[in-house]
T-cell receptor
């Protein structure tokens, strides 16, 4: 089945710790995105990548980092600089920027 | 910056009723608009995509319309079913996707 796989489903972070959320797609899409969803708020863009080895900051990139070394993979690292990391994180992809979005099932990140 | 609003935040209807969900946006310079469904604790599933040059799109019991000049879109759901219960989000694309906060729909059997 083609789709987007996010792992883990649940993740807990300790103070001062960096954690990495995985996102893999087998749709052969060029564009990939990371969004953060908080209760009562719309999805907010953290980072996006239109092509391998290139990515751009979204509206709330501070405290996060990404890499795009392979077309199918776009991992997100939540660093210790992100002071309020508790949220539901969603990875998405599209065949090209601005086209139909396909989403993974999300990772819920909580702070211990 | 694009602002996307969805009203009401929550809606309950009896099974079988036709209903309309609303989405409004502040900047009419959009590339497309998408409607999504989200079940609790899950990712988003794309329902319909309307290009800026189109007026509406249909898929089964769903019909989405777009009026760029007024900054509005509606999602019409015909003959609602309990399985339609979910949160429905709209997103507009200009230089990036901007999402509304969603309408939580409950269809009562």
């Amino acid at each position: 089945d083609g789709g987007i796989t996010q792992s883990p489903k649940y993740l807990f972070r300790k103070e001062g710790q960096n954690v990495t959320l995985s996102c893999e797609q087998n749709l052969n899409h060029d564009a990939m995105y990371w969004y953060r969803q908080d209760p009562g708020q719309g999805l907010r863009l953290i980072y996006y990548s239109q092509i391998v080895n290139d990515f751009q900051k979204g509206d709330i990139a501070e405290g996060y980092s990404v890499s795009r070394e392979k077309k199918e993979s776009f991992p997100l690292t939540v660093t210790s600089a992100q002071k309020n990391p508790t949220a539901f994180y969603l990875c998405a992809s599209s065949i090209a920027d601005g086209e139909k979005l396909f989403f993974g099932s999300g990772t819920q990140l909580s702070v211990l | 910056k694009q602002e996307v609003t969805q009203i009401p935040a929550a809606l309950s209807v009896p099974e079988g009723e036709n209903l309309v969900l609303n989405c409004s946006f502040t900047d009419s310079a959009i590339y497309n608009l998408q409607w999504f469904r989200q079940d609790p604790g899950k990712g988003l599933t794309s329902l319909l995509l309307i290009q800026s040059s189109q007026r509406e799109q249909t898929s089964g019991r769903l019909n989405a319309s777009l009026d760029k000049s007024s900054g509005r879109s509606t999602l019409y759901i015909a003959a609602s079913q309990p399985g339609d219960s979910a949160t429905y989000l709209c997103a507009v694309h200009g230089n990036q996707f901007y999402f509304g906060t969603g309408t939580s729909l409950t269809v009562i059997p």
